[in-house]
């Protein structure tokens, strides 16, 4: 639930020398209990916290953190805090390079191989930072680390589909329709097929267009919208209730949209077929005399 002072009380009655309470015996934590108290670490935005419990798990020589530890830290950067008082719940949370600090810990020092969901938290975290362009570099290093990967099986690559959907997203966010678009396109190729999510999150992208950005993209968003329902409907996936009142509620301006590109590629090929002639105008000739009197002469 996020309560992150309850769950430290717990952890603590668990380690107590006095045998713990009534309600809690003394127990030995193991990983399960350090990663769920993470959890709600992550669940309160407290980064700073979560930080400390990774510290108290190195310390112990039986217990070391696994994929999920790191997952569930990474995840807590950048996520907007339960306890609007407490300032030092702050510490990180608009800063993505804390995110990849992590993702480089548990590579090189943990010797811990991050999976779609670990790649899921960093480019989201990206995304609610703003950083679109470290958004691409986290999904740039799962593909690498993929492609150096000789044992990676079908279902590791499928798990990544959150990665590209959370990319998506973040480039939707950071108004870069176009790459949004492409990324939807490739994911494919690489062993991740688009979910009913991924589509969501493309529909939530196009919508959020305004017409002036609308027209920078490659290829009209009314066309882009279309096929992306056929690609649902050809893969069987059912649109969701949001995506239909979202659909409905941009309807207006979709259509307006369609007519505009409708008169301006009938106007473009009026202009090929039917090119406007320049008329040339001749002014009347006027010289002066030598006398001073003005000689007006049409031509």
Known sequence: LGDVYSAKALLQQMLSDDGGSKDVPKLQPNLITYNTLIDACRRAGDLKTGLHVLQDMKLLSDLQPDVRTYTSLIATVARRSNNNNDKSLLFGTKDPDMAFALLNEMIQEQNLRPNGMTFCALIDVCGRCGRVDLALVGLRIMLRLQKD???????EESSSVGAWTAAINACGKAGRYNTAIRLFQTMENFGAKPNIVTCGCLVDCLLRAKEQEAEDTSSSIVDTLLQLLRYMKENNMEPTEVMYTSLIASAGRLVR??????DEMKRKKRNVHHPQQKILVVPSAITV??????NTTDR
Do not use: F, I, P
Request: aromatic content about 0%.
């Open 149 to 155: 990967c000789n044992n990676t099986t079908t279902a």
């Open 257 to 262: 949209l369609e007519v505009e590109e409708d």
């Open 289 to 294: 005399t030598g006398n001073g009197t003005r």
